[in-house]
């Protein structure tokens, strides 16, 4: 879509009548056609529809009425896209205000109990670690907010470079080893020795990716199983895999769990913003890559795909 901005547009238009004028000036243009070309300007100026006819077409007159016409249509595009733009924004904001209210609440409640007179060390610590928790979940909220509103505006870059995606999905494992450990999961990591890992990618945004993919297998998983996460080459693209034995996803949601604030419907009762998947499937995209979900009946597999060097 062309881009243009609301100082632009009056710039053209501005233009237009200046070379309108010159026109009626010498002569190339008459009074009836001066008139007309300033009313299709007022009607842009005050951003009504434009009422655009003419039968001339080769003329010097009718190329000046089709290029008020563009700029119109420039100008409606615009405007779509502003209006998208804004109500994505409000999306943003209300499931930020319905994301905050409860842990913004459980800080409220538990600061007063703390300033209750004859609690016990016991209860002291209890609700100190409520508050640090509520913190902690504030804080993820706004970081994973702040990223899902720049990926959707364009404004994350991905620097790619040739380097071992091994070491790159060995530091996310790393990054998620205390919560399995707490879960007591254990996550096999499965690669051919005799492969080639040096791959093109950012390495800190698919360790993003990957670290989210193992975050969500620790958090559907029951305590004692385990995770795989397996590395393959093929002709075209180097895949990673995650998978688990946890709840899974229904028959109808394999596309839909990258969408965002999207929660599959066997999440009850879990915590969750539906946020991670769309992350994840934002930035392999940014690499030219793609994901594919795959069910089991008992947990599931997802995969990135990263196009190997040269292929692209």
């Known amino acids: 879509m062309n881009q243009i901005t609301p100082f632009l547009l009056i710039g053209l238009t501005l233009i237009c009548i200046a070379i309108a004028a010159e026109l009626w000036h010498t002569r190339v243009v008459d009074s009836r056609q001066m008139a007309y070309i300033s009313e299709l300007l007022e009607q842009i100026l005050q951003n009504r529809p434009v009422s655009y006819v003419s039968e001339e077409k080769d003329t010097l007159y009718g190329k000046i009425l089709v290029q008020i016409k563009r700029i119109d249509e420039i100008k409606a595009e615009n405007n779509k896209a502003l209006l998208k733009e804004r109500d994505s924004i409000k999306q943003l904001l209300t499931q930020i205000a319905h994301q905050l209210r409860t842990p913004l609440a459980n800080m409220e409640n538990y600061l007063v109990l703390l300033e209750e007179e004859g609690i016990s060390e016991e209860e002291r610590l209890k609700y100190i670690n409520a508050v640090e928790k509520s913190e902690r979940k504030i804080s993820f909220l706004v970081e994973k907010f702040m990223l899902s509103a720049r990926l959707e505006s364009q404004i994350i870059q991905i620097h790619k470079s ?45 360790c993003e990716c990957v670290y989210n993919l193992l975050d969500n297998s620790i958090k559907y998983s029951k305590a004692g199983q385990q995770i795989t996460v397996s590395m393959k080459n093929n002709e075209m693209f180097t895949q990673i895999s995650v998978e688990d034995n946890g709840i899974g996803i229904s028959q109808d949601e394999e596309n839909r769990i990258f969408k965002l604030y999207y929660r599959g419907k066997n999440t009850t009762g879990y915590e969750g913003f539906g946020i991670g998947l769309y992350i994840t499937n934002e930035i392999v995209r940014k690499h030219d890559g793609f994901m594919r979900v795959s069910r089991k009946e008992n947990g599931l597999i997802v995969s990135i795909f990263l196009p190997k060097t040269g292929t692209l």
């Open 162 to 206: 040739t380097s071992n995606l091994k070491e790159t999905v060995a530091q996310a494992i790393f990054q998620v080893y205390k919560k399995a450990q707490e879960k007591d999961i254990y996550i096999d990591l499965q690669e051919n020795e005799n492969d080639e890992w040096m791959v093109l990618h950012d390495k800190n945004w698919i």
